[in-house]
């Protein structure tokens, strides 16, 4: 499947962001952020959007090429890519760009849902063997305060007149991707497709314009999704959630992709820590809090026993890659490939106002 033809990521040529028609397989770094034309010219008005609660579209197979060609999916893979830009060259605990009231609500969010665990304790681990039953609790509760959760937290979108109505319009479509992205109670589990809910989630916000401003965008790349990683990686280890639909040791990692996408953007022109420099740990523990790409590798090596090579052979042979930049478009690459392509992840995704599934514009 030529990703380029079915998926609208590529500007037309001469376009801000157009870097030839094969720069973003090369591994060459480019300007400015490859967006997908069918998300360009946002014309949202919060005064007088309709909302939609979202419904599942993707229910076989045959669905997948309109998947590709859909707004929804363009508006997606743009924010992933607007994120990914707004990575390069920062580390996490580098001085933000500014205030971000929508940073503040969301980490004040996963605070909430953090401090949930503790009134779900595991269950007697001695009776199970996989995947810890009170897990069920924390998404039940999570499913049922998610709409309060997101007002109380004053992450909506502005209202028109009929304020109280469209709130809960809003509190609707963007629920349905919150409670989602945490892992599924009845199979105790969590994958990548988890996390793609949580970026739907965040590309509704952005096609809302709740995030909207530079800052905005350099405080979710920088402050709440290393959050939602280390929440998410909570909640394996405290219920031990199975991996969702993972390929074994040779996947790319159990639960998490976009950690290494973003992760390696971070590091692209370091000018010392290079891709081989996984392979110390020490290094690792050094900068592990600085880059969400070492994090990731460090909480493998905090769960995993034995040689890295064995356990992680994918990620062990992306160290042999010579630069950061190649590995951040070898990811996209892969996350397209792995991720977005593969129907069993993506067939649980809702559809909406906000990420609707009718054709990408100006294809």
Not at 101 to 128: E, F, K, S
Not at 190 to 199: D, K, M, N, P, Q
Not at 247 to 268: E, K, R, S, T
Request: glycine letters at 8%; hydrophobic letters at 45%; aromatic letters at 10%.
């Amino acid at each position: 499947m030529d990703f380029r033809q079915l998926m609208p990521v590529m500007p037309p040529p001469g376009t801000a962001g157009a870097g030839g028609s094969n720069s973003i397989y090369t591994g060459a770094p480019t300007a400015d952020p490859i967006v997908p034309v069918g998300a360009t010219g946002n014309s949202f008005d919060p005064l007088s959007h309709v909302y939609v609660e979202p419904v599942k579209a993707i229910t076989s197979e045959a669905c997948m090429d309109a998947w590709m060609k859909s707004e929804g999916l363009a508006r997606v893979m743009q924010f992933v890519q607007i994120i990914n830009e707004a990575c390069k060259g920062k580390t996490n605990t580098q001085p933000p760009l500014g205030a971000s009231a929508i940073a503040d609500a969301l980490m004040g969010l996963l605070a909430t849902l953090d401090g949930w665990i503790a009134l779900h304790p595991p269950l007697d681990a001695a009776q199970q063997r996989f995947g810890n039953r009170a897990f069920r609790g924390w998404v039940e509760r999570l499913e049922r305060d998610a709409h309060a959760l997101l007002q109380d937290a004053a992450v909506l979108p502005l209202s028109g007149t009929d304020g109280g109505a469209a709130e809960a319009g809003a509190a609707a479509e963007l629920a349905a991707y919150l409670v989602q992205a945490f892992g599924h109670k009845t199979r105790l589990d969590y994958g990548s497709g988890h996390e793609l809910a949580f970026v739907c989630f965040l590309a509704c916000l952005h096609t809302a314009r709740v995030i909207v401003t530079p800052a905005d965008l350099d405080a979710i790349a920088r402050r709440v999704l290393p959050t939602y990683f280390e929440l998410v990686r909570r909640l394996q280890t405290t219920y031990r959630l199975e991996p969702a639909g993972s390929h074994g040791v040779w996947g790319l990692d159990d639960h998490q992709f976009l950690c290494y996408y973003w992760g390696a953007a971070q590091l692209v022109g370091h000018a010392r820590i290079r891709p081989k420099s996984v392979l110390t740990r020490d290094i690792v523990d050094a900068y592990a809090k600085d880059y969400m790409y070492l994090r990731a590798i460090q909480y493998i090596n905090e769960t995993k026993t034995g040689p890295f090579h064995e356990h992680s052979p994918m990620l062990y042979d992306i160290s042999g890659v010579p630069t950061w930049a190649k590995v951040n478009s070898g990811m996209f690459k892969m996350y397209v490939a792995e991720v977005i392509q593969k129907f069993p992840v993506v067939q649980h995704i809702p559809f909406g106002s906000l990420l609707p599934f009718e054709p990408a514009v100006h294809q």
